[in-house]
């Protein structure tokens, strides 16, 4: 709004005349003090959105994590474009930009001042960039539109009316040149920072100067807000890629058999940092990024790459190209790692010095005989296998270094780079509104957690792929998520049990917190509600539940969820590198199909990669429940970057479980931190399905433990159903069975055979109690029977009675159809039928016909005369597809009557033939015939 001073009425007089009437006098304006109106400056959208927390908007950059990766220009270069704009009551002089807090501003022009104006900064700096900027108008008045920020404790002492310095309860932020809003409401007024009082003041000393008096008095505690005179943007910029290098110890590409390499992963300062070790591939074979043991690989020429990825999302693939060595000190190396007894690396160790002694003699002889006597105690000493074979490997190739022979072809050794994409971009996806799906058979109900709790990014990518999901196996899916008020349910869905069962399947999604579900809920109309248990008493009732990640780290706070998931998370790994875009703790690991033969893991292969967070537990889980998927922890406990201290479960990591406890079906999918694997990972997207129909009773699958069982036990005698003398002695037997598998071990799981069928016996005594609750035991005893057979590699039969059909084809042909007497000179068709029978058990068949003569092929005959037209043949039937009159080919081209496409039985089929001839056709007195050979054929047996 424009704002004018006191206006004057101007006149003007001359001397010794009358005053003259015109036009009314101009109204003259006083000095404009209105500063101009900064809007927040844009940066480009070069990319589709990428993930932002709900309710936050951001610049579309161009790279991960909001990172531009932009060059342009001759020559290029790094570049983003800053658009400034502002509006004035009065007209915009220019802007003014800071890179360094507001030391010195650089000035921007504007090429036609006016009301309003735009003008662009380009960003080539690399790394993260803070800009300050304002707008200036043409009478110098500078913008005051930066952020709002409320001074933490507001006024620390009262202001009197009058005051030019006040004391505010923190100073920390603020400067000079900001404007504060002092008190609310009526009271409300605005002064400007003259200065910040340094050093600090003692209480109740004013700390901030003002630069005129203020109009009114304040009381202590009173609210301020301030707005500096500035605004602010980042732009973060990096166009250059991650590298590594090898560690000293290796040596033009030469390295020692003893070493291990992990190399140095740098990105360029200032860049965005946290350098990665995406991948490596050994020899051109992929493996995890682990450190290199070269004593894994044989001495010779080797490559190894690794690809590595920054913050930006720009990597680059190293190739280096390694020649394997050895030498005294990397077999003694090896041997201090070879897990011999002690005494036998000593002699060895002995019988090695001495080589080693006579070669820094000079005496090669002498060296090489002590290394051939060295090799000659290794192979008395060490068992046959990878250790003897590395060390006489390598004592022979000292042998040939003494004697003075050739090593091998060292053309190519070296390092070459090359640009390769980084971690994946992590996409905006927003579940849509629910919507209900036709021939829908059932719902389910995806949850998130509370505002204000840690969100993950792939909540929304995993409430999409259950939304795909139900379209695709016909369910309903609804949404209930508090910070997602435009696709969740209104309110909350867990006001009862009864509300609840409109769900075949509940599913925390990645729903972390201690009050996700609680105990007192307000809803909207004022109710109080009880959601924990709802939830509860909806899986007593049959229920089912899918944690999805962190899930398992929710409600660590009540005691029944602890006891139904098994085990909650605890910690993870950390990645000192990163690794992507919204997933910097994720790593790669291999996963291990324990279990392959419940609907989400079957198909798996035994052992197979997977990148994502990965949990560590308050408590042992494999006690509780059922494990489908297993981690090996030796593939990440020392991969690059990872801090695996206090994280790992002892090498027996259970990843993704199932059970049936108190009732409810409970599937338990730990993975799911890496938004890839809900978006673009079909292995996983399968698992997440066929878990959601197990845990909705739409498909079985065997999920029993030893602890439900026992579980079971208790409350079959609690309830009268087994006597106390069978409940303890199936229950003794659960425990030793569960002692047995607990082993891990074939010999383990075997054993555990023996305590089942003590179980089954006792369900089978009648003596044990009523037989509905023996039966109970008895399929309970089948369970576990059946999960260790699998756990032993078994697989699965199925015997059934049948009988099986030949390929039969069968072809009969009625009587010889006959045209009758053909009239000279007369334009008439001639037709004759006959029928044939059809049999074929092929799924596809086809009945043709031919004239295999080479005579007039095709056309009727009378001696060496024949008629000028051909036949035509078609065929009709209830079960064959026929055609119309069609000339009948030769042998070598049949013409096809009818098709089959399933088997057919007694077909009757109507052959019909047809001669045509000519008011002109020349015909020779006696009978014209020809032989066809029809032919039912079939390629689907």
């Known amino acids: 709004m424009r704002r004018q001073g006191p206006r004057v009425l101007a006149m003007a007089a001359v001397a010794g005349t009358a005053l003259a009437a015109g036009a009314p006098a101009a109204l003259a304006q006083g000095p404009d003090t209105t500063p101009p109106v900064l809007n927040a400056a844009t940066l480009p959208a070069l990319a589709p959105p990428s993930w932002l927390a709900p309710g936050q908007t951001g610049p579309v950059a161009n790279g991960n994590n909001g990172w531009y990766t932009t060059t342009a220009g001759t020559p290029a270069h790094p570049s983003v474009m800053i658009t400034l704009s502002a509006t ?90 900001d404007r504060l809003t002092i008190d609310t409401g009526a009271n409300q007024e605005t002064a400007i920072i003259a200065s910040i009082v340094t050093p600090a003041p003692a209480s109740p000393n004013p700390n901030v100067t003002l630069t005129a008096p203020l109009a009114k008095a304040h009381a202590a505690a009173a609210t301020v807000t301030a707005n500096p005179p500035y605004r602010t943007v980042a732009v973060s910029l990096d166009t250059r890629a991650p590298s590594a290098t090898l560690p000293a110890s290796v040596v033009n590409f030469h390295v020692g058999h003893s070493v291990t390499l992990n190399p140095t992963r740098t990105d360029p300062t200032p860049g965005s940092g946290q350098t990665a070790a995406l991948d490596t591939w050994t020899d051109g074979v992929w493996t995890y990024p682990l450190p290199l043991d070269v004593s894994k690989l044989s001495l010779g020429k080797h490559t190894w790459a690794l690809h590595v990825g920054d913050n930006a999302g720009l990597g680059t693939k190293i190739t280096w190209t390694l020649m394997v060595t050895t030498s ?20 060895l160790r002995a019988a090695l010095s001495a080589a080693k002694a006579s070669d820094t003699a000079g005496d090669k002889v002498a060296a090489i005989d002590g290394l051939q006597a060295f090799i000659g105690q290794v192979n008395a000493l060490v068992p046959a296998g990878d250790a003897r074979n590395l060390l006489v490997t390598d004592a022979q190739d000292v042998i040939r270094q003494e004697r003075g022979l050739p090593g091998p072809d060292e053309t190519g050794i070296g390092a070459v780079s090359e640009p390769m994409a980084g971690a994946p971009r992590h996409n905006q996806q927003v579940p849509t509104a629910p919507s209900h799906n036709a021939n829908a058979t059932f719902k389910v109900l995806v949850f998130a957690n509370n505002p204000g709790d840690y969100r993950h990014e792939s909540i929304e990518d995993a409430a999409v792929l259950i939304q795909q999901l139900g379209k695709q196996y016909g369910f309903d899916v609804d949404i209930w998520d508090k910070a997602r008020p435009d696709i969740s349910t209104p309110d909350t869905p867990f006001s009862s049990a009864a509300n609840l069962t409109q769900y075949k399947v509940l599913i925390g999604d990645s729903s972390v917190g201690n009050n996700t579900l609680v105990t007192a809920f307000t809803m909207k109309n004022g109710t109080v509600v009880n959601e924990q248990a709802a939830f509860q008493a909806y899986m007593e009732a049959g229920g089912g539940y899918m944690a999805l990640h962190a899930a398992d780290d929710s409600l660590h706070n009540w005691q029944w969820y602890k006891d139904a998931m098994g085990g909650l998370f605890q910690g993870h790994p950390t990645n000192a590198g990163g690794f992507g875009s919204n997933c910097s703790t994720c790593y790669w690991a291999e996963l291990i199909t324990e279990d392959g033969s419940h609907p989400a893991t079957q198909g798996l292969p035994a052992r197979f990669p997977v990148a994502d967070e990965l949990y560590h537990f308050d408590r042992k889980p494999r006690p509780f429940v059922h494990p489908l998927l297993l981690l090996n922890e030796a593939t990440y406990a020392t991969a690059m970057g990872v801090n695996s201290s206090g994280n790992l479960e002892g090498g027996d990591h259970p990843i993704v479980w199932c059970r049936n406890f108190d009732g409810g079906r409970w599937f338990v999918n730990v993975l799911g931190h890496n938004h890839t694997l809900f978006t673009s990972t079909p292995w996983f997207q ?152 059809v049999i074929s058990t092929g799924g596809d068949a086809a009945l043709s016909v031919a004239d295999p003569s080479s005579v007039a092929t095709g056309h009727l005959v009378n001696g060496s005369f024949s008629l ?74």
């Open 88 to 177: 004035d009551d009065v007209a915009v002089a220019k802007f003014q930009y800071s890179t360094n807090n507001g030391a010195s501003y650089t000035d921007v022009p504007v090429a036609t001042p006016g009301p309003s104006a735009t003008a662009q900064v380009e960003d080539v700096t690399e790394g993260a960039t803070t800009f300050r900027y304002r707008a200036v108008d043409t009478s110098g008045n500078v913008s005051q539109d930066g952020a709002a920020a409320t001074v933490n404790g507001g006024l620390n002492q009262p202001a009197a009316a009058g005051a030019t310095a006040i004391r505010l309860a923190s100073t920390s932020g603020r400067a000079a040149g």
């Open 328 to 347: 005294f000190t990397d077999i003694d190396a090896l041997l201090g790692r070879s897990g011999l007894a002690a005494g036998d690396v000593t002699t």
């Open 686 to 837: 399968k698992m997440v399905i066929d878990g959601l129909l197990w845990a909705a009773g739409k498909t079985e699958g065997n999920c029993v433990t030893y602890t439900d069982v026992k579980t079971q036990i208790s409350q079959l005698q609690t309830a009268g159903g087994l006597t106390s003398t069978a409940a303890g002695a199936a229950s003794a037997a659960v425990d030793a069975g569960y002692a047995k598998y607990a082993t891990l071990t074939q010999t383990g799981y075997s054993g555990a055979l023996g305590d089942i069928a003590s179980i089954q016996a006792i369900a089978d005594d009648p003596a044990s109690g009523d037989a509905a609750a023996r039966l109970k035991l008895r399929t309970s005893a089948q369970q576990l029977k059946d999960w260790m057979l699998v756990l032993l590699g078994s697989k699965s039969a199925t015997v059934g009675a049948g009988g099986t059909v030949p390929a039969t084809l069968a072809l009969s042909l009625g009587g010889t159809p006959s045209f009758g007497t053909f009239l000279p000179g007369i334009d008439k068709p001639y037709d004759a039928s006959t029928t044939a029978n």
């Open 868 to 941: 000028p037209q051909s036949v035509q043949a078609k065929a009709l039937s209830p079960l064959g597809a026929g055609g119309d009159f069609a000339p009948v080919g030769g042998a070598s081209a049949p013409t096809r009557l009818l098709t089959y496409s399933a088997p057919a039985s007694n077909d009757t089929v109507a052959l019909t033939f047809r001669q045509a001839i000519g008011a002109t056709d020349a015909l020779r007195t006696g009978t014209y015939s020809k032989t066809l050979t029809f032919t039912l054929s079939t390629t689907t047996p």
